[in-house]
């Protein structure tokens, strides 16, 4: 396989656990001493990790909150994937359908939504959960994404969110 280099961006509402998620998957805190103080990701934080093939991948983690939504389009620029992350509990938020907004106005190629916290909900409600988002996305974006769900908490099927984001890379 040809190396590559690519870097992917989380977005999606406030507390739906990106800054954890990126945590889980590459083992680097991208929160700062304050922001962790308050539970909010301010600023773009930034972390990486390996494919597994010897090609490291930039992840980008960018502030869920509306008073921070130019911090999360200066992060969202040039990026090579990004995941929606949405949590089990809550779903679909305000916020998420912003990012998915800006996330399509801005020509990002590629979208993968991660539902985090599925250790949360019941299987039936993720299974509903799962279908009602690829309906959202599909309408908001006009694109069909992959959906992985997650729990970053206990790590549950990080494995598998790892694959998703090598093969859509």
Not at 13 to 41: N, S, W
Not at 53 to 78: C, F, K
Request: proline letters at 4%; aromatic letters at 4%.
């Amino acid at each position: 396989m040809t190396p590559y280099r690519a870097v992917i961006g989380l977005a999606g509402h406030v507390d739906h656990g990106k800054t954890l998620l990126i945590k889980a998957l590459t083992g680097i805190t991208t929160a700062r001493a304050h922001e962790q103080a308050i539970g909010m990701t301010q600023d773009l934080g930034f972390a990486h990790f390996d494919d597994g093939q010897g090609n490291t991948i930039g992840v980008i983690d960018v502030p869920g909150h509306e008073r921070y939504i130019r911090n999360m389009v200066a992060g969202l620029w040039s990026l090579d994937l990004v995941l929606l992350v949405i949590a089990a509990d809550e779903g679909w938020m305000p916020m998420t359908g912003d990012h998915l907004r800006l996330l399509k106005a801005m020509g990002v190629p590629r979208l993968l939504v991660c539902i985090n916290k599925c250790d949360l909900v019941s299987p039936d409600e993720l299974l509903l959960l799962e279908e009602s988002l690829l309906e959202q996305v599909m309408d908001e974006s006009g694109m069909v994404p992959d959906i992985v769900s997650v729990s970053a908490k206990t790590g549950a099927n990080m494995a598998t969110l790892h694959t998703a984001i090598v093969r859509q890379l």
